[in-house]
T-cell receptor, first 112, second 119 residues
Framework: LAKTTQPISMDSYEGQEVNITCSHN???????ITWYQQFPSQGPRFIIQ???TKVTNEVASLFIPADRKSSTLSLPRVSLSDTAVYYC?????????????FGDGTTLTVKP | GAVVSQHPSRVICKSGTSVKIECRSL??????MFWYRQFPKQSLMLMAT?????????EQGVEKDKFLINHASLTLSTLTVTSAHPEDSSFYIC???????????????FGNGTRLTVT
């Protein structure tokens, strides 16, 4: 299972763009990169998933360089409600029974 | 979107008793579900992989006789914490993926967790 490394914490202010980078140096060819958001006492919630280049949805963008050894989650114009822990997971549903290992995550604190 | 329902959301039990937690995929089928445990201010730790119609696969260090997993249908997995002790108090979370070729590499969908407190 690919190991991931993220910054432990980040601070931001309302309205700013936040970029959280995740390192996954031993990512396998079939692995996808998925980001989740978790609020206290809740299960993680899916944000975005990608394999290469750039993916964008209504809440975030995901940038993946050509070597795929890292990825960056970009949250545009964050608000106080974006304060949460963000996890990047690397895995493939066809191998290892589709399980992925959670890293330590990044605690994002958005200030007014 | 795909929804995973977990019940109960919170349970308090006495030391020595057993507690059952249910995880249901509401609008999709899942032959595989995952159970995690999360202690305060820590990440999720995978406990076991629940397989429909067969035995669960446990991660190293997780006691299979203490954490009984049953996956009797394509939409329901249960985790029973047997003879619970205060050190079993934690936040338990389940997850599942949608099945089928069209959902290849679909992301994990998580339940909202169960807060277990053993007194």
């Amino acid at each position: 299972l690919a190991k991931t490394t993220q910054p432990i914490s980040m601070d931001s202010y309302e309205g700013q763009e936040v970029n959280i980078t995740c390192s996954h140096n031993n990512i396998a060819t079939n692995d996808y990169i998925t980001w989740y958001q978790q609020f206290p006492s809740q299960g993680p919630r899916f944000i975005i998933q990608g394999y290469k280049t750039k993916v964008t949805n209504e809440v975030a963008s995901l940038f993946i360089p050509a070597d795929r050894k890292s990825s960056t989650l970009s949250l545009p114009r964050v608000s106080l409600s974006d304060t949460a822990v963000y996890y990047c997971l690397v895995g493939d549903r066809a191998t290892n029974a589709g399980k992925s290992t959670f890293g330590d995550g990044t605690t994002l604190t958005v200030k007014p | 979107g795909a929804v995973v329902s977990q019940h109960p959301s919170r349970v308090i039990c006495k030391s020595g008793t057993s507690v059952k937690i249910e995880c249901r995929s509401l609008d999709f089928q899942a032959t595989t579900m995952f159970w995690y445990r999360q202690f305060p201010k820590q990440s999720l730790m995978l406990m076991a992989t629940s397989n429909e119609g067969s035995k669960a696969t446990y991660e190293q260090g997780v006691e299979k006789d203490k954490f009984l997993i049953n996956h009797a249908s394509l939409t329901l997995s249960t985790l029973t914490v047997t003879s619970a002790h205060p050190e079993d108090s934690s936040f338990y979370i389940c997850s599942a993926r949608e099945e089928g070729a069209s959902s290849y590499n679909s992301p994990l969908h998580f339940g909202n967790g169960t807060r277990l407190t053993v007194t």
